[in-house]
């Protein structure tokens, strides 16, 4: 087995066979409220790495950079070696989650544009909202990586809402990460799943991801495995 390098909620980074590379291994874990909130369920490694792999490989083809190597089996995937920003970078398009805690607004409020907001992620401060400015001021990007990423998280948007309408999912917000190589390259990376998107229902506002987890209003595997099986019927 090849050296564990850190220990995320959702997953773990390996050595990788080179030293450009890493290989990521999802688990079957679920937290929610910065880790408040934490329980097993048997597969969910499984279906996210297939839904980020899907997700990660259609980016690709629309030329979106990623970490992306390759799929090694169910559970793990090779990527790119990177430095994660230690940002959150997040889009909404319809209000929900902690904007609508955050300023008293209702859930469901469809937005003019989409809101692109970061956060310092850093579990012991509870991630806390960060501009720009906050950013420069900490070193934790550039001024240019940080138009860079948010040019990029727009184009991840629109290529993501277009996917989810086609299996008739509203894409309602997203959580992302991008990283660093060696060679200053910008990558995304992370996942993209049902943990780190909201989606509902086009028809009927049902909600398709980690929110039946966090507000128990539904079963968290048999979720995702529908959001997979709209992606294969497609
Ligand atoms: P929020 O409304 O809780 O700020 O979440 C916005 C989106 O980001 C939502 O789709 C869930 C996702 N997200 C993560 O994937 N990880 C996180 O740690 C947080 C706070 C949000």
Redesign the pocket.
Known sequence: MEKLLYEGKAKQVYEGQNENEYIIHYKDDATAG?GAKHDQFEGKGVLNNTISCIIFDMLEEAGIKTHMIEKINDRDIRVKKVEIFPL?V?V?NIT??????RYGVKEGIVLDEPIF?T?Y?NDEYG?PLMNEDHAVALKLATREELAYIKETTLKINELLKAFFLKLNLKL????IEFGKTADGEILLADEISP????LWDVDTNQKY???VFRQDIGDLIETYKAVLARMQDK
């Open positions: 910065n959150e997040i909404r929900a989650g902690s904007f609508c805690k907001e956060s992620k991630d309602v917000d997203f959580k943990d780190s998107c909201r991801d980690k929110d």
